[in-house]
């Protein structure tokens, strides 16, 4: 039994799940590990915001438009090639647009974005992880 419990904890360890909004004006984005064809990524403003992990986050007005840039997960063969997508980008409490945003039809639907320097998320997004 307990080979069995080793060999399906590897395999429940590579499945990945996507961001999840909420139902109200609070969100948790929780996406795991696991490769992605394409990663999920807004521009706004001139920024690029991609999906972060376990954030609790209040969404707050709305901005405006963000455009979600197409997929390209056949390696640059031809055909098939989607258009950017436009969502509503809305404030996320407590944070600066420059630093995160919330993008979905709805505020109840919106997920939590950031806009990373490198591999680093703002200090401010950081703080918002870590509660503080």
Known sequence: MLLAAAIMLPA????ATGSTG???STGSTGSTG????CAIQFTYQN???E????????VGQKLGTATKPPCNDVGG???????PEGVIAYRV???????????GATPGEAV?????AGDELPLEVQKLIDGS
């Not at 939590?112 to 990373?116: E, G, K, L, N």
């Open 22 to 24: 909420s139902t109200g």
């Open 112 to 116: 939590f974005v950031a806009s990373y």
């Open 47 to 49: 920024r690029t915001y």
């Open 34 to 37: 696991g490769e992605k064809s």
């Open 12 to 15: 429940a360890a590579c499945s």
């Open 77 to 83: 063969q031809d055909g098939g090639e989607e258009s």
């Open 51 to 58: 999906d972060v992990a376990n954030v609790d986050f209040t």
């Open 93 to 103: 409490e407590g944070v600066s647009p420059e630093a995160a945003i919330a993008v």
